[in-house]
């Protein structure tokens, strides 16, 4: 497990679609699903796994207009970054697409470092948003105010800096553990002074937090030599 944040790249062009899928993930740090049509797009964000981090989408597909599956998405309350691809970067072209709801707006052809840095930004400013919100098990999890809200009891539960960014790490990783290095690099950095015994006691808390039962966790797990995050807050 490396941290690679999964991205969905909807173009029908298949081999920009493979060059680009191929670039994006060379240097570990992105997911690349790929999608070539809305349909199979649609399919596969409303799958749910893995959860997307943000979503790279053509203009101009077989079965639709990209920019009307963004207005669709946001209309159904999906937030995460949106970054438009169009052969055409005329006026009321980037204009409609900003209209539907697009974060980003990137004309072909385009350099991929240009790229890089325009999704790289905006999921830097979404991470900081209000709109981030996940949910994991039967909490709605807002990172940037670091709380975990639990709808059926009216219940807040407020988490330490350390806390929120161990939730998040582990729900980016999806259904994969997270080996406890890993975490603890992503974490505190590469810090010689803290140790296993640091993350552990942040885990101990984290489950007397969110676990009805911390003694026997069903949310967050220990597995694999790591922890993983089971969202339905169910094992097995």
């Known amino acids: 497990m490396n941290g690679e944040r999964p991205i969905l790249l909807v173009d029908d062009d298949e081999v920009l679609r493979e060059e680009l899928a191929s670039q994006l993930a060379v240097d570990g740090e992105f997911l690349v699903i790929e999608a070539g049509t809305v349909r199979e797009a649609e399919a596969k964000i409303i799958a749910g796994e893995p959860r997307f981090d943000a979503l790279i989408l053509d203009v101009s597909l077989p079965d639709g207009d990209g920019r009307d599956?963004?207005?669709?998405?946001?209309?159904?309350?999906?937030?995460?970054?949106?970054?438009?691809?169009?052969?055409?970067?005329?006026?009321?072209?980037?204009?409609?697409?900003?209209?539907?709801?697009?974060?980003?707006?990137?004309?072909?052809?385009?350099?991929?470092?240009?790229?890089?840095?325009?999704?790289?930004?905006?999921?830097?400013?979404?991470?900081?948003?209000?709109?981030?919100?996940?949910?994991?098990?039967p909490y709605n999890f807002r990172p940037s105010a670091k709380v975990l809200h639990e709808p059926q009891r009216n219940r807040r539960i407020r988490l330490t800096e350390k806390e929120?960014?161990?939730?998040?790490?582990?729900?980016?990783?999806?259904?994969?553990?997270?080996?406890?290095?890993?975490?603890?690099?992503?974490?505190?950095g590469y810090n010689a002074a803290v140790t296993t015994h640091t993350l552990e006691t942040h885990i101990y808390r984290l489950r007397q937090k969110i676990e009805p039962d911390p003694a026997n966790a069903t949310l967050l797990i220990t597995e694999g030599g790591g922890y993983r995050l089971l969202?339905?807050?169910t094992a097995g």
């Open 69 to 137: 599956l963004c207005a669709n998405l946001r209309k159904q309350g999906v937030r995460l970054p949106i970054i438009m691809l169009t052969g055409s970067d005329e006026e009321a072209d980037v204009v409609r697409g900003l209209d539907s709801g697009a974060n980003d707006y990137v004309g072909k052809p385009f350099r991929l470092n240009e790229l890089l840095a325009r999704l790289r930004a905006q999921l830097r400013s979404f991470e900081n948003s209000e709109d981030a919100v996940y949910t994991v098990g």
């Open 231 to 233: 969202p339905s807050g």
């Open 164 to 188: 929120a960014a161990i939730l998040k790490f582990l729900y980016r990783a999806g259904s994969k553990p997270v080996a406890r290095q890993i975490l603890l690099n992503e974490v505190w």
